[in-house]
T-cell receptor
């Protein structure tokens, strides 16, 4: 069974631009969660999607948004990029995301904002 | 405010030795506690998941304990191997209604020397 895939793996953007990251979950998984990882803050929860609906949301500004498609693939968008948005963005999938299910992480997208 | 504190921040041990990592949390209402292993440049991999009623959970050479009364967890690694060198992250999820919001610790960086 293929694992969680994320594209692109590396990205360099300029301040003020916007970016879209993609995540393909494990086949059969309906929940996709997104996380930001930085050396200063560690891992932080962005949001979770289940059956095309945002179910949970972390404490991030509205510049961070996402969506999920009918095939469970998910995209995350960051608008008006700031230098502080430079981070590793990870997505994870699980069967139902009901808290106690195993989560499987992708390799991440390394975003650098200059 | 929900918080997860891990100690030590970093640890160096010799191959074959045992070690114990600590996780203290103030997350409410508690849903579950997870330990992840993250190799450099890769996404986290789940080691254990424990709910309120579980005291111990093992995964090969990894054994996690949970004391819900003192809000403490530990991860014990037996007979360490070079491949155990990684960051170990403790994650505690709070449940509010149908929402599960994870709070991450900053991780313990473990280095195993031959």
């Amino acid at each position: 069974k293929a694992g969680v895939t994320q594209t692109p793996r590396y990205l360099i953007k300029t301040r003020g631009q916007q970016v879209t990251l993609s995540c393909s979950p494990i086949s059969g998984h309906r929940s996709v969660s997104w996380y930001q990882q930085t050396p200063g803050q560690g891992l932080q929860f962005l949001f979770e999607y289940f059956s095309e609906t945002q179910r949970n949301k972390g404490n991030f500004p509205g510049r961070f948004s996402g969506r999920q498609f009918s095939n469970s693939r998910s995209e995350m968008n960051v608008s008006t990029l700031e230098l502080g948005d430079s981070a590793l963005y990870l997505c994870a999938s699980s069967l139902s995301g009901t808290g106690n299910h195993e989560q499987y992480f992708g390799p991440g997208t390394r975003l650098t904002v200059t | 405010k929900n918080q997860v504190e891990q100690s030590p921040q970093s640890l160096i041990i010799l191959e074959g030795k045992n070690c114990t990592l600590q996780c203290n949390y103030t997350v409410s209402p508690f849903s579950n506690l997870r330990w992840y292993k993250q190799d450099t440049g890769r996404g986290p991999v789940s080691l254990t998941i424990m709910t309120f009623s579980e005291n111990t959970k093992s995964n090969g050479r990894y054994t996690a304990t949970l004391d819900a009364d003192t809000k403490q967890s530990s991860l014990h690694i037996t007979a360490s191997q070079l491949s155990d060198s990684a960051s170990y992250i403790c994650v505690v999820s709070a449940q509010t209604g149908g929402s599960y919001i994870p709070t991450f610790g900053r991780g313990t960086s473990l280095i195993v020397h031959p």
